[in-house]
């Protein structure tokens, strides 16, 4: 049973503005691995250098399209938890709200969220390497080489930011407006570490918006946080939910057992 604070509970039920600011963590329980954990992050068994750059992609594009299509097989296996369902929740239960995830499994579209921007793409999608506007629905994955678009011939690549690359603009800018709009900001499951994103709880900060971490593990965003829930996602985000709108809010809703339970460790 996790204790949520009664301000705190008040002041999510009587928000006009809330902000989401989600990472990995968020989809820690429905089976998918998260980046920096020690062990079990991706990056502490996969060399983002090797796989997540542009200039991999060009040293070495069959490992990195190969690497990016595995993990879209896995996400497609795994579903929402019931920390993507309270979002979800609580988008449906304030006037005004936006979530900003850093995640590009779809998870908290398939929750239900709709006010959602995708800082990072979405790895379900695909387009050319050479001009981001042609997006690709259909492709055929096989041969020694990526598929390549049908317009220009280059190859066809993930729909996912890379280091060194930017952020989709409209996706940023709508995540910093609403972070210097929002009364309170939820900022779970992410460590932090990668900018712009971690920008965003400055800029709710400054603009005197209450911010809240949800994360087991404390990250150099807890300094600025005006509370902070230490537990997964999956437990602390349905509890601050039942406490702000009642114990009926997250009724009907998966476990977090039930949506492991396809994905499991196979998504890692
Ligand atoms: P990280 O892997 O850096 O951080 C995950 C955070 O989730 C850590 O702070 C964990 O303590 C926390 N965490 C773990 N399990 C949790 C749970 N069940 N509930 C809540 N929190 C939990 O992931 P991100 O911060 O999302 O970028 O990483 C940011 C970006 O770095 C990613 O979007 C990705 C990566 O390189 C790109 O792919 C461009």
């Given at each position: 049973m996790i204790a949520i604070a009664d301000d705190l509970a008040r002041a999510l039920r009587s928000a006009r503005f809330v902000a989401v600011l989600s990472g990995a963590g968020v989809s820690a329980e429905s089976g998918v691995s998260t980046f920096?954990?020690?062990?079990?992050g991706l990056w502490a068994n996969f060399d983002p250098l090797e796989l997540a750059t542009p200039s991999a992609f060009r040293r070495n594009p069959k490992l990195v399209w190969d690497w990016y299509a595995e993990r879209r097989a896995q996400l497609a296996r795994v579903l929402p938890n019931p920390g993507h369902h309270a979002i979800a929740r609580i988008e449906a239960s304030v006037p005004r709200f936006l979530l900003a995830t850093q995640n590009v499994d779809g998870l908290h579209a398939r929750a239900g969220?709709?006010?959602?921007?995708?800082l990072h793409g979405n790895i379900a999608r695909v387009r050319c390497s050479e001009d981001p506007r042609h997006a690709v629905e259909a492709w055929d994955d096989v041969g020694d080489e990526p598929p390549r678009c049908a317009h220009c011939g280059a190859y066809l690549r993930p729909d996912v930011v890379w280091f060194e690359e930017s952020l989709p603009a409209q996706a940023l800018c709508a995540a910093e407006a609403a972070a210097r709009a929002c009364d309170l900001l939820i900022v779970a499951g992410t460590s932090g570490e990668v900018y712009p994103a971690a920008a965003l709880p400055q800029y709710a900060k400054a603009a005197g918006a209450i911010v809240l971490e949800v994360n087991p593990a404390a990250t150099p965003l807890s300094a600025r946080a005006d509370y902070a829930l230490r537990f997964p996602s999956g437990e602390a985000l349905p509890a601050l939910v039942r406490a702000a709108w009642g114990e009926d809010a997250m009724a009907g809703q998966p476990s977090c057992a039930e949506s492991s339970r396809e994905g499991g460790n196979g998504a890692r």
């Open positions: 920096r954990d020690a062990l079990t969220s709709r006010r959602l921007v995708e």
